[in-house]
């Protein structure tokens, strides 16, 4: 997949990859995972038993980053955000949620055999299930603006 130039939110939540999640409950934690923006939502899988989803889960308000990589604090550009994280039940937003996922994550597809990736699948062979984080406030940065380059937006759905 090719990473967009878009520095727009859209473009960067369309074109990037990794949403870093961070967590408190009480101690802090973060980690990076493999996403996909849809309607409003970072769509994202992982283990239920992982420190990030049960923190995210328990505490219930965490915070999320996506960001473009530069070579340079000015070329940092992105997206910070603030709400929560919630188990996707079966469904289907969750059938839609893992179209896309696969779509921009083809290698995933491959982990999971013949069978269609639906939600079940996924648990089954890696043992995940299907999250959202859902901002509630996000701010875009940009610092080629230089250091005030950090706006609150509304998200794009």
Known sequence: MTRTTDA????????????VLATSDPDPWSAPVYFVFRLGRLYFLSSPRSRHVTAALAGGRCAGSVHRDGGDWRDIVGLQMEGAVVEVPEGPEAEEAL????GKFPAVKELLGREAPGRRRFGEVLGARLYAFVPERAFHVDNRAGLVGRQEIPLPR
């Open 8 to 19: 727009t939110p859209a473009g960067i939540l369309h074109g990037q990859r990794t949403l």
């Open 99 to 102: 179209a896309a996922y696969v």
